[in-house]
Nanobody, 117 residues
Framework: QVQLVESGGGLVQPGGSLRLSCAASESFVSIYTMGWYRQAPGKQRELVARITNGGLTNYPDSVKDRFTISRDNFKKTVYLQMNSLKADDTAVYYC???????????WGQGTQVTVSS
């Protein structure tokens, strides 16, 4: 089974920046769409950013202009650069990937991002 290994979470002050990384454990797999989701206490899991294998990106209004998703197809890695962080960004962030040949959904273990002074 493919594993998605996340890193980069932690505690940051409001206005600060953080960069999350997520790498697939098996380099030979074909990854179609990769993305980041987050879940805050008492709320549903929501999309943070998505990027297709062709490089098209999608962001909700809550993070648009502050977060940037990117990917390295050779390393099978997706990144999330988070700038101008707010307290409302506090959540567990989950990496997601749709991987061939069967278009299965894979999820990372989650990494905690806490924005607090």
């Amino acid at each position: 089974q493919v594993q998605l290994v996340e890193s980069g979470g932690g505690l940051v002050q409001p206005g600060g920046s953080l960069r999350l990384s997520c790498a697939a454990s098996e380099s030979f797999v074909s990854i179609y769409t990769m993305g980041w989701y987050r879940q805050a206490p008492g709320k549903q899991r929501e999309l943070v950013a998505r990027i297709t294998n062709g490089g098209l990106t999608n962001y909700p209004d809550s993070v648009k202009d502050r977060f940037t998703i990117s990917r390295d197809n050779f390393k099978k890695t997706v990144y999330l650069q988070m700038n101008s962080l707010k307290a409302d960004d506090t959540a567990v962030y989950y990496c997601n990937a749709i991987i061939g040949p069967h278009y299965f959904d894979y999820w990372g273990q989650g990494t905690q991002v806490t924005v607090s002074s």
